[in-house]
């Protein structure tokens, strides 16, 4: 199906935004390396009962490529834990911002590592897109407090780590099944953040043990989400729809906090969404002339 891909990566995103918001319940609770601690045991939990019940779910554990599972496990918590950093030092429309040039870095990694051709439409779209972003964010840049350069640090590089294991998703392409996906990422997450969730471990309350444990739910099933996106779709496919995370975090937004959207913000969410839509409507007119078929007749 040709939209398997960018509803793959939709759905990831959507994932992630529902995680993002149960995560910021929970934060002026619990330290981060508690509720990411949590969420990686969570991760392995459900690999272990998924694979008890039924023999051999998810695929295979072992790989010929560990060395990349090992780079994809540290580039995802290294994304996790420099966001978290870079929104104590920056508005959140300022760390945004910088996050969404992921798309550009992942259409340069795709070119110069994995030689992919990026057809110009995916660059027009990304940028259309981007634009959207910035219609929406702008307003907000430097709101509330000057931007601290150590903020800006860490979400460059957070950027750079979200870039790193969406390129080595689709490197991962030529591996069958979703156990190895889950499995290094949870090793080394959790063992990486146990110690010092030991250290700064809060009780939770009944309500609370079921948000993390859902924590943990929603980032194995977006993880899952996003990997297979890559696997079926190239990066110049998907790229202009990771800026479809504007529309969605905002209408979360509204919808749990109750924070309504601003007329910019509503604004730049309808370009994004159009240059989501115009983005499929030339890849599918560039399938349909591979294949023959007159523009007219799709």
Same mark, same amino acid.
């Not at 040709?2 to 995103?13: E, K, Q, T």
């Not at 918001?21 to 509720?35: D, P, Y």
């Not at 907000?140 to 979200?162: D, H, I, V």
């Not at 696997?231 to 969605?248: G, N, Q, Y």
């Given at each position: 199906?040709? /939209?398997?891909?960018?509803?793959?990566?939709?759905?990831?995103?959507?994932?992630?935004?529902?995680?993002?918001?149960?995560?910021?319940?929970?934060?002026?609770?619990?330290?981060?390396?508690?509720?990411?601690?949590?969420?990686?045991?969570?991760?392995?939990? =459900? =690999? %272990?009962?998924?694979?008890?019940? /039924?023999?051999?779910?998810?695929?295979?554990? @072992?790989?010929?490529?560990?060395?990349?599972?090992?780079?994809?496990?540290?580039?995802?918590?290294?994304? $996790?834990?420099?966001?978290?950093?870079?929104?104590?030092?920056?508005?959140?429309?300022?760390?945004?911002?910088?996050?969404?040039?992921?798309?550009?870095?992942?259409?340069?990694?795709?070119?110069?590592?994995?030689?992919?051709?990026?057809?110009?439409?995916?660059?027009?779209?990304?940028?259309? $897109?981007? =634009?959207?972003?910035?219609?929406?964010?702008?307003?907000? =840049?430097?709101?509330?407090?000057?931007?601290? %350069?150590? @903020?800006?640090?860490?979400?460059?590089?957070? &950027?750079?780590?979200?870039? &790193? #294991?969406?390129?080595?998703?689709?490197?991962?392409? $030529?591996?069958? @099944?979703?156990?190895?996906?889950?499995?290094?990422?949870?090793?080394?997450?959790?063992?990486?953040?146990?110690?010092?969730?030991?250290?700064?471990?809060?009780?939770?309350?009944?309500?609370?043990?079921?948000?993390?444990?859902? #924590?943990?739910?929603?980032?194995?099933?977006?993880? +899952?989400?996003?990997?297979?996106?890559?696997?079926?779709?190239?990066?110049?496919?998907?790229?202009?729809?990771?800026?479809?995370?504007?529309?969605?975090?905002?209408?979360?937004?509204?919808?749990?906090?109750?924070?309504?959207?601003?007329?910019?913000?509503?604004?730049?969410?309808? +370009?994004? /969404?159009?240059?989501?839509?115009?983005?499929?409507?030339?890849?599918?007119?560039?399938?349909?002339?591979?294949?023959?078929?007159?523009?007219? #007749?799709?």
């Amino acid at each position: 199906m040709m /939209v398997r891909g960018p509803l793959l990566l939709m759905a990831g995103i959507g994932l992630f935004g529902l995680l993002d918001a149960n995560s910021k319940l929970l934060a002026g609770s619990f330290s981060a390396s508690q509720t990411i601690f949590l969420r990686y045991a969570v991760l392995l939990g =459900l =690999l %272990l009962a998924a694979r008890m019940l /039924v023999r051999g779910a998810g695929g295979k554990l @072992g790989t010929r490529h560990p060395w990349l599972h090992l780079t994809r496990a540290v580039s995802m918590l290294g994304a $996790g834990t420099l966001f978290f950093l870079a929104f104590r030092h920056l508005p959140l429309a300022d760390g945004y911002l910088i996050f969404f040039t992921a798309p550009f870095l992942t259409l340069i990694a795709a070119a110069v590592f994995l030689k992919e051709r990026i057809p110009g439409a995916a660059w027009i779209w990304s940028v259309v $897109g981007f =634009l959207g972003v910035l219609t929406a964010l702008a307003p907000q =840049l430097g709101e509330g407090r000057e931007g601290s %350069l150590f @903020g800006f640090a860490c979400a460059t590089l957070g &950027t750079l780590c979200y870039t &790193t #294991n969406i390129t080595i998703n689709r490197s991962l392409r $030529g591996e069958r @099944g979703v156990a190895r996906l889950v499995l290094w990422p949870g090793i080394v997450g959790g063992a990486a953040t146990a110690p010092f969730a030991a250290w700064h471990w809060a009780a939770p309350t009944a309500l609370q043990w079921t948000q993390l444990l859902v #924590n943990g739910v929603l980032a194995g099933a977006a993880t +899952v989400c996003l990997a297979l996106a890559f696997r079926v779709a190239t990066p110049a496919r998907l790229a202009p729809f990771e800026f479809i995370a504007l529309p969605w975090a905002v209408s979360l937004d509204y919808l749990i906090f109750g924070n309504a959207p601003s007329l910019p913000v509503i604004a730049g969410g309808a +370009v994004v /969404v159009m240059a989501c839509v115009m983005s499929e409507r030339a890849v599918g007119r560039a399938a349909r002339r591979v294949q023959g078929i007159p523009a007219g #007749n799709a």
